[in-house]
C-alpha cells in the first residue's frame, strides 16, 4: 500500500451495490491508516464548480506536476510518488 504512516486513504466513488474489495488489514494498523469514503454532492459540487470559475478560489497551488498526454505512464507513476499532490496530465492538440 503506497500510503505513509498515519496518512488517509479517501475513496472517492459511488460503486455499484455488493462490490466488495479485500483489504490488508495489517498495513492498516501497523501504518495507523485512516480509510475515509466519499461521493459527489450535488450541492457542494456545483458551489465548488461555480467559486473555481469565477476565480474565487485557486487551484494552482494543488497542481505540483503536469505532463503532455504522451507521458501519461510516468504521470500516473509521479501521481504514487509523495512529492505530488495533484498531478494533470494536458491533452495533445
Known amino acids: 500500500m503506497c500510503v ?4 488517509t486513504i479517501l475513496l472517492f466513488s459511488v460503486p455499484k451495490p455488493g462490490v466488495h474489495h479485500s483489504l490488508n488489514l495489517e498495513d492498516v494498523f501497523n501504518k495507523e491508516l485512516k480509510i475515509v469514503g ?6 457542494t459540487h456545483a458551489r465548488a464548480v ?4 469565477s ?3 485557486s487551484l494552482d497551488r494543488l497542481i505540483t506536476h503536469t505532463y503532455p498526454l504522451e507521458k501519461l505512464e510516468d504521470a500516473i507513476i509521479k501521481q504514487t510518488e509523495n512529492d505530488s499532490i495533484k498531478v494533470v496530465v494536458e491533452p495533445s492538440i
Open 4 to 7: 505513509i504512516g498515519g496518512g
Open 38 to 43: 466519499s461521493r459527489i454532492n450535488p450541492d
Open 50 to 53: 461555480s467559486l473555481i470559475n
Open 55 to 57: 476565480g474565487r478560489i
